[in-house]
């Protein structure tokens, strides 16, 4: 997790820079690049060249984690609470899926605990 926490810091660092920077728009500026990105991965995948792919995941992570520290700025979430979700969300269904249960079954439930958590008003 080193190289990850290295990463992150150069993210925080770009979005230093992101506040006088031309370029960029908001958070859409990297989900766009998000969208790009996806197609360039999927692409690479048949020509079976492990170097090439490696780069454009690292590019595929790079536009994922700036959308999200831009988004804390913007919509007050944070990347521990992103995490945080993610983990819960897929440990879920792992252990569904592990129990028998079908991923659709146990993703329904889970859109309406979400549906659910926005009504309360809660965030976590």
């Known amino acids: 997790m080193e190289n990850f926490e290295k990463l992150l810091a150069i993210v925080r660092r770009k979005a230093v820079y992101d506040r006088n920077n031309p370029w960029y728009k908001g ?37 994922s984690l700036n959308a999200v520290i831009a988004l804390e700025k913007a919509h007050g979430i944070t990347l521990e609470s992103v995490l945080a979700r993610t983990c819960r969300k897929f440990e879920n269904r792992l252990s569904g899926i592990e129990a028998g249960r079908s991923w659709q079954e146990i993703k329904e439930e889970q859109k309406q605990a979400l549906a659910r958590e926005h009504s309360a008003g809660t965030n976590r």
């Open 27 to 63: 958070p859409e500026s990297y989900l766009h690049g998000l969208k790009d990105e996806v197609d360039e991965v999927i692409e690479e995948i048949p020509r079976q060249r492990g170097a090439y792919l490696e780069d454009e995941l690292g590019d595929l992570l790079w536009n």
